[in-house]
């Protein structure tokens, strides 16, 4: 199999697997990158297939730290059965192939695999939009770069959004106003600075997912709280930092997951609404996560932004406290609300205070 590497960080690379001509047209090939989490359980991240047609090579193309578990997918015309491959991903990213069973490996067995990895330094990343618009810009062999061009061939007949959004600057910027007319959200995301207003507020109003990403400012105030509703989860993945805490609260109300998975990179006032909202899925959310960190976290958090707290939660702190204990496993007795009380300090601290004495 064809391969070619291209670094994107001191740590970090972009693989491009080429596949064989013989796969089957209707079923699409497949491939992940396994990690390890922070506590030690494999997470997946899926790659992007490119170019796939009946008789033609395609790419697959997925971003990889150096020890890496690699996983493709795929069927061959006149094969009944899937095949299965696997790779580990060397010191210089280039991916090693591994003698595994020709079927897809249980999550215990990709752990096993990857349980000398040092997660000290792990994040997790996608072959997002800006990274796949970045592949398009680059120049690569021959064989791949046949496979990009047709695929922006191929999107720019039957996919504009995808055209748009992901093909090469000089290619989309002659055609602004096909753009707004057939891809709105391609729009916002790569021209809204050269759009006039009223192409502004229709784009805005054809692509609410788009408004929320890429124009939250400018979405009309009447249709702000709708559009949130309806698109929590890029709210809170694109846009948090645009949001007041009531839209936050409500966003995170709404979609709880995404509140809980995209805590970590939140500073700690928006963290704690997002925890707030969050914590009594944790149970599903941080499946196979360490609870006594998450513990920790979250005292941490209550401690320095317990207004946020009981911002999310207007019974006060018993209510919280409670829901803590019952979703969380966290137990609070007197020694312990004392030592939070000494942390917050007397001004930040005086509902905590008043709930202790409610006690007594």
Known sequence: MNYTIRKTSPHTARIAFGSNASLI????????????????RTSMRDGVVLGHEEGKTC???VHVRANDLIGIKAQHAGVEDFTWSYYRIDQTFHPIALDLPNRRLYNHECAEILHCQDTSTLDRFDLGDHSLRSFFSQKHPEWLQAIADRQILQWQCNKPDSFFL??????VEREIPRCIEVAPLA???RFKYRLSMP??????????????KY???EIPPLLREVFLIDHAQEAIEFAASKLTDDELKLC???????????????????????????????????????????QNEIRTSLIASSEQWLGCDTNGFGSILNGLEQHVGMHFDHASLTAMLD?????RGQPLADYIASLI
Do not use: H
């Not at 047209?25 to 030690?40: C, G, L, V, Y």
């Not at 942390?343 to 001004?347: L, S, T």
């Open 25 to 40: 047209t209707t079923k699409s090939p497949e491939i992940w990158r396994f990690f390890p989490s922070n506590w030690q």
């Open 59 to 61: 790419a697959l193309i």
């Open 166 to 171: 992901l093909a090469p600057l000089a290619m």
């Open 187 to 189: 729009a916002l995301a």
């Open 199 to 212: 192409q502004l507020a229709s784009c805005i109003l054809r692509s609410p997912k788009g408004a929320v």
């Open 215 to 217: 124009a939250t400012d």
């Open 252 to 294: 995170a109300f709404v979609d709880s997951f995404a509140a809980f998975r995209c805590r970590g990179n939140m500073p700690p006032n928006q963290r704690a609404i997002m925890l707030a909202n969050s914590y009594r899925y944790a149970f599903i959310a941080n499946y196979g996560g360490s609870m006594a960190d998450l």
């Open 343 to 347: 942390e917050m300090g007397p001004e």
